[in-house]
């Protein structure tokens, strides 16, 4: 079936390496990934790209890679972002990210990228600090610790399953400040590689949005749409699950394709893409931005970047379940799809 893709061409973490193994066992799919995406969120807040929190989270996940038996590497990359002072100066800060690649190796050359950014937000502004966007204290557990918690869960139940093709699970950074981490993957992609890529798979911010919705890219081959965002989709359905694809209700966003996340970078590339994100195209500016309708508990219908809102407390608070309850709704979904995908037996 996947022919067709050929065709289209430290301390704190040591003390939680362990933290999950009982786990493994569980029927109930899910559940160690909304575990892994607690776990992340409330042991490793302040993820900004460059920092400590985001340098222990990448090794936390590389040492959970290694855990079940991958080859795992972590990998530096340079990253900048301009933060505007309130007055009018600007600077440029440099930082160094760090990512956790491993490699489930399949029969074939050809491989299966699965990537999420654990990077949380770093404010860019002086106004961004009065609102209380980013910083030292944003968990993040919606964006991104909910998307590397199903990274995760994938890469534990596939440790065992041998595959045709080759599945790289990457725990990106740098996302937050224009995908550098997603950049620096792709340039150091030789040509060969980059030919023998048949899709990545993007999972960011899971939780808060309304529904889940599977898009591909605008340079997305048909044959590979049908392999993947609609069989997601029929998956789903038969889950009883809801779930949708970009309506393109704002003609700046092309039916059935995302936004404003790293799978754009290997889209651009003309690598095939499929993202996998909680939203409601259909509200606010119809551009992904507002996840929800507009409550008391966010009043701008999303939760992103903002440290009052992005929190563990706050989500259980007022969307009581949602963590446990959309984690196993993605893995029931991703874990089919990636073994038909990858042709696992």
């Not at 990998?75 to 760090?98: C, I, M, W």
């Amino acid at each position: 079936m996947f022919s067709a893709l050929r065709r289209s061409a430290s301390w704190l973490v040591l003390g939680f390496f362990c933290s999950f193994s009982t786990l493994a066992n569980t029927p109930e799919p899910g559940a160690i990934a909304s575990a892994q995406a607690r776990h992340i969120a409330t042991v490793f807040p302040g993820r900004m790209t460059g920092t400590p929190a985001e340098m222990l989270a990448v090794e936390y996940v590389h040492q959970q890679f290694l855990k079940w038996g991958y080859k795992s590497n972590t990998r530096l990359f340079p990253a900048s972002y301009l933060y505007n002072r309130r007055d009018g100066e600007k600077y440029k800060q440099h930082v160094t990210g760090s990512m956790a690649i491993a490699m489930h190796k399949g029969s074939s050359p050809q491989q299966i990228i699965i990537m999420a950014h654990v990077d949380t937000y770093a404010p860019l502004s002086d106004n961004d600090c009065d609102k209380n966007l980013g910083g030292l204290s944003l968990q993040g557990i919606d964006d991104n610790a909910s998307g590397v918690g199903v990274m995760l869960e994938l890469a534990e139940r596939f440790k065992d399953t041998p595959t045709r093709y080759s599945i790289r699970f990457i725990a990106t950074s740098g996302e937050e400040e224009g995908m550098l981490g997603a950049q620096d993957i792709l340039q150091r992609m030789p040509l060969s590689e980059r030919k023998n890529t048949l899709l990545v798979i993007n999972l960011d911010s899971l939780i808060t949005g309304e529904r889940l919705y599977f898009n591909n890219g605008k340079n997305t081959p048909v044959a590979v749409r049908k392999l993947t965002r609609d069989r997601a989709l029929s998956i789903a359905h038969q889950h009883g699950i809801a779930a949708s694809t970009n309506p393109e209700l704002n003609p700046r966003f092309p039916h059935a394709t995302g936004c404003c996340n790293d799978a754009d970078v290997f889209d651009n590339a003309g690598i095939p893409i499929l993202s996998v994100e909680a939203a409601d195209w259909t509200r606010g500016n119809k551009d992904d931005a507002q996840k929800r309708a507009r409550n008391k508990a966010l009043p701008k219908g999303e939760s992103w970047h903002s440290v009052q809102y992005d929190n563990v407390p706050h989500l259980d608070k007022w969307l009581p379940g949602q963590i446990e309850a959309r984690s196993r709704d993605v893995v029931r979904i991703m874990l089919p799809l990636v073994s038909e995908l990858a042709k696992a037996g």
